[in-house]
């Protein structure tokens, strides 16, 4: 398999078949983003949440915010969901690598690790707050908080 990645789309080619994840901004600028959520807070572990937050934003802006349910059993049911909600960035607690592999390979960008209260979170993600150290997950992400594909936090930017 090989993965072929631009700005915009994610193909993923495999032998002769083809598929293409949608174009997770759209064209008028909006930006979907999904936060998983449980009893208020951001849920700890992404693989098992069953709501999502989904907050869509025009430069800079909210200008929509609403709950939407997850499939509970296949990730591959749970990843195709957040593509049909047209999800570009999700921001979650912790998550399986294969998960957020998966997630990543129809072009949805991974926030892992965040925790905090919901309404918070939204809020610091908003104002760009969010890579404070009291939204990391405890003893996940230390100094530097670094993600597994090595990017230190100071270098990823939260898409609205």
Not at 57 to 68: A, C, L, N, P, R
Not at 73 to 85: A, C, F, H, I
Not at 90 to 118: E, K, M, N, W
């Amino acid at each position: 398999m090989v993965i072929i990645y631009n700005r915009k789309c994610m193909q993923v080619v495999s032998g002769t078949a083809y598929a293409y994840a949608n174009c997770m901004e759209h064209s008028d600028g909006n930006h979907r983003t999904a936060f998983s959520c449980w009893d208020g807070r951001l849920a700890p572990v992404f693989d098992t949440a069953t709501l999502l937050r989904v907050v869509e934003t025009d430069s800079g802006e909210i200008i929509g915010d609403q709950q939407e349910t997850l499939p509970d059993d296949l990730p591959l049911k749970k990843t195709l969901r957040m593509v049909d909600l047209g999800i570009g960035t999700l921001i979650c607690g912790a998550v399986s690598r294969p998960l957020q592999t998966l997630i990543a390979a129809y072009g949805i960008r991974v926030v892992p690790f965040v925790a905090g209260d919901l309404e918070d979170v939204i809020l610091a993600w908003k104002e760009g707050r969010l890579e404070q150290s009291g939204y990391s997950m405890p003893g996940c992400c230390g100094r530097g908080r670094r993600s597994r594909t090595g990017e230190n936090a100071t270098e990823r930017r939260i898409l609205r």
